[in-house]
């Protein structure tokens, strides 16, 4: 690879940072949120959580019908 294309894939990695979702720590929900405004997380009791999409499934969490309704 060209040095000349490092900056550029950089500043990529900047752009593009791993998805973040947010989560409620109450032990009732079972869904990761794509915005912390989501109606789903006003039920929510206990901390909101924001971590990466990745960690959010390993967890157990789903993607929330609201946020990722197609
Ligand atoms: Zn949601």
Known sequence: ?????LPLV???LLLAPPAKVYVCQGSASYA???TDRCEGLAW????VAKLPRAQA???GR???GR???R
């Open 67 to 69: 946020c990722y309704r």
């Open 44 to 47: 929510c009791t206990k901390t």
């Open 62 to 64: 789903r993607p929330c």
């Open 1 to 5: 690879m060209s040095s000349a294309l």
């Open 32 to 34: 990761y949120h794509a």
């Open 10 to 12: 950089l500043a990529g």
């Open 57 to 59: 499934e390993k967890l």
